[in-house]
């Protein structure tokens, strides 16, 4: 157990629709990554926040946004899906940033329909 | 900006048989390197990293792996590999605070023979 959690395990929706995937970190981690892992496109990083602020922007579609709270969970918002959006959607916790280790969530299968 | 290279997408070895897999990097100074392990079905999982001194990295599970800077490589080894080793590896290069770009690799697939 890596002390990452995520919620909700799996998620089935339908074109068009909006998903909330949630993540709460480590106790006592700053950073929150995410990433989506396909068949097609492998391990994709997204975002990243550090202590409530954006930090490193990778490969996030427009459609898609993120937060950090002051509780340091973190939200991905996913909106407009389509049916390429199915992947599984992980979290990462680490102390810091940068370098740190990274700790990996259990993360969350989205479906598409 | 750095990236990672994993040269073999899917490595088939006998169980018994030593393991070695391969990541290059490029980066323009010393990189933080880390090896992480995807068993079906489940999230990441550090197998272990370099961050500076010892070039010969020991982790879990009985991998090591060793930084040549010469080469640009941290290749992953194992003497002798377990049924139970059959998952996804990922190499992965962080940079210092502040320059915050994070560049996993391809992944290597792992599959075990009997």
């Known amino acids: 157990d890596s002390g990452v959690t995520q919620t909700p395990k799996h998620l089935i929706t339908a074109t068009g629709q909006r998903v909330t995937l949630r993540c709460s970190p480590r106790?006592?981690?700053?950073?929150v990554y995410w990433y989506q892992q396909s068949l097609d496109q492998g391990l994709q990083f997204l975002i990243q926040y550090y202590n409530g602020e954006e930090r490193a922007k990778g490969n996030i579609l427009e459609r898609f946004s993120a937060q950090q709270f002051p509780d340091l969970h973190s939200e991905l918002n996913l909106s407009s899906l389509e049916l390429g959006d199915s992947a599984l959607y992980f979290c990462?916790?680490?102390?810091?940033?940068?370098?740190?280790?990274?700790?990996f969530g259990p993360g969350t299968r989205l479906t598409v329909l | 900006a750095q990236s990672v290279t994993q040269p073999d997408i899917h490595i088939t070895v006998s169980e018994g048989a030593s393991l070695e897999l391969r990541c290059n990097y490029s980066y323009g100074a010393t990189p933080y390197l880390f090896w992480y392990v995807q068993s079906p079905g489940q999230g990441l999982q550090l197998l272990l990293k370099?961050?500076?001194?010892?070039?010969l990295v020991q982790g879990i599970k009985g991998f090591e792996a060793e930084f040549k800077r010469s080469q640009s490589s941290f290749n992953l080894r194992k003497p002798s590999v377990h049924w139970s080793d059959a998952a996804e590896y990922f190499c992965d290069v962080g940079v210092n605070f502040g320059n915050e770009k994070l560049t996993f690799g391809t992944g290597t697939r792992l599959t075990i023979i009997p």
């Open positions: 990462a916790s680490s102390v810091r940033s940068g370098g740190d280790t990274q700790y």
């Open positions: 370099y961050f500076s001194g010892d070039t």
């Open positions: 106790s006592g981690d700053l950073s």
